[in-house]
């Protein structure tokens, strides 16, 4: 799920150009959602990992 995230991250950002270069903060956060995510449900909610996968492989399904 993390890996799929930063993928979708980086594809998602090299399509919205000058928008993350005027918000530094959402840059910093958008890589930075992923690793929490990675620490939180590695413990205790699997099926929410499972579904960020899921949609992430959809999306990428869609972009290509």
Known sequence: ????TI???RMNQ???G???AQMPGMKTMM???PLMMLFCSHNYV???????LLANLITF???F
Do not use: H, N, V
């Open 18 to 20: 000058d928008a993350t």
């Open 31 to 33: 890589y930075l959602f």
């Open 7 to 9: 993928i979708y991250t």
């Open 14 to 16: 090299s399509q919205m």
């Open 61 to 63: 399904g869609q972009m």
């Open 1 to 4: 799920m993390t890996i799929s």
């Open 46 to 52: 699997w099926f929410l990992s499972y579904y960020y």
